[in-house]
């Protein structure tokens, strides 16, 4: 496939670049969502854009550190048809095909559509036009539980080093000193458990610390959805109420127009019978 397309003319100027709508920062958000064929749910960072009608919502995966092209092209482009889509779709996959693009099926749900690198999601975000409105979402830092990884292996390295040391430098004793070896040795090694204990500790205190923030977060998102429901419940009687009184005042319109209809050709049928009343008197004299 060739890597030469053309993009659509008409931009989202509530993001795009160079407009002052497109000037205003946007802040990404966490939450969490569906996972593909019920497998829990995948943690993300998501941008909402806003368009004329609606809304689009681009999220980066937490897991995979991937951003949704798909949703990137949909935010920039509001006019496009689906087989607009599926070119740019066809076009994504062919021209990542060899760096790692990752493809979500029609069918699962919010994570459907092409996802990308961060680098690539910065190089199409740039051939949209939408690298401003792009750029929290994609220069976020990275998530918390790597960091808390890197640096708990960072100190157990710290503290291991010298005690691998002192042990060293007790083997090298004279034997005339035994017995202060030893007292050292069993020192030591107690402080070594008590540094195993401490660091165990903290690594249990960090994966409770995890599970709550993501209970946390997947009670935020039931709540979310369940507000949503709720906001459409209330929205539907308030709709059906505007078009009943939509349709009653189209009705009223009808009326009125009928009527005044009427009255025109009453008035016209009676200007013809006064207009031909001077041809049609003779006949009767």
Do not use: C
Not at 39 to 50: E, F, H, R, S
Not at 151 to 180: F, G, L
């Amino acid at each position: 496939m060739s890597n030469v397309r053309e993009l659509p003319i008409f931009r989202n100027q509530l993001i795009a670049n160079g407009t002052v709508a497109g000037a205003v920062t946007h802040k990404p958000k966490g939450g969490r969502v569906k996972a593909t064929a019920g497998k829990g749910t995948v943690q993300v960072l998501k941008i909402t854009a806003p368009m004329a009608e609606g809304e689009v919502v681009v999220m980066r995966r937490m897991d995979s550190d991937l951003v949704n092209a798909t949703a990137m092209y949909n935010a920039a482009y509001p006019s496009i048809s689906e087989s607009m889509q599926e070119k740019e779709s066809d076009y994504l996959s062919a021209k990542y095909e060899t760096e790692g693009v990752v493809v979500e099926k029609a069918g699962s749900g919010a994570l459907a559509g092409i996802w990308v690198t961060i680098s690539q999601a910065k190089e199409l975000a740039k051939e949209y036009g939408i690298d401003l409105f792009m750029q929290p979402l994609l220069e976020a830092p990275a998530r918390k539980s790597t960091v808390k990884g890197a640096a708990a292996t960072a100190s157990t390295a710290t503290d291991s080093a010298p005690v691998s040391t002192a042990e060293t430098t007790q083997e090298q004793e004279d034997q005339e000193q035994t017995s202060i070896t030893e007292t050292v040795v069993v020192t030591t090694t107690e402080e070594v458990i008590v540094s195993e204990e401490k660091s165990t500790k903290d690594e249990q205190e960090e994966v409770q610390e995890e599970v709550q923030e993501e209970v946390q977060e997947e009670k935020s998102v039931v709540e979310d959805e369940k507000n949503e429901e709720e906001e459409e419940e209330e929205k539907e009687p308030v709709e059906v109420a505007t078009m009943k009184r939509r349709i009653d005042e189209l009705e009223d319109q009808a009326t009125r127009e009928r009527k005044r209809y009427r009255g025109l050709i009453t008035v016209a049928v009676g200007l013809a019978a006064v207009a031909a009343l001077p041809q049609v008197l003779p006949y009767f004299s």
